[in-house]
């Protein structure tokens, strides 16, 4: 347990941030999901609209630093590769 009054503010803070950086992962591994399906399936047109919504959340992700920059744009870069097979 924190002793000091900052301590326990960021122990405050710290679980907003938390709470946060989870959601964003969360929603950023959920697009993912979502243009992987639609590259299974062969579909070009939903691939591509899928890409564009994964690429916003990786995006929004890297600029909040709840994720690295790299990783972001390595994952881009790897989805792209796979949305550019299909076409």
Do not use: W, Y
């Amino acid at each position: 347990m924190p002793n000091t009054e900052s301590a326990k503010k960021r122990l405050r803070s710290n679980v907003r941030r938390r709470f946060i950086n989870r959601v964003r992962k969360s929603r950023a591994k959920t697009s993912e999901k979502r243009l992987l399906a639609a590259i299974a399936t062969g579909d070009a047109a939903a691939a591509k609209a899928a890409l564009a919504v994964c690429f916003s959340e990786l995006d929004r992700a890297a600029k909040s630093g709840s994720i690295h920059k790299n990783k972001a744009d390595r994952k881009k870069q790897r989805l792209s590769v796979q949305v550019n097979k299909l076409a």
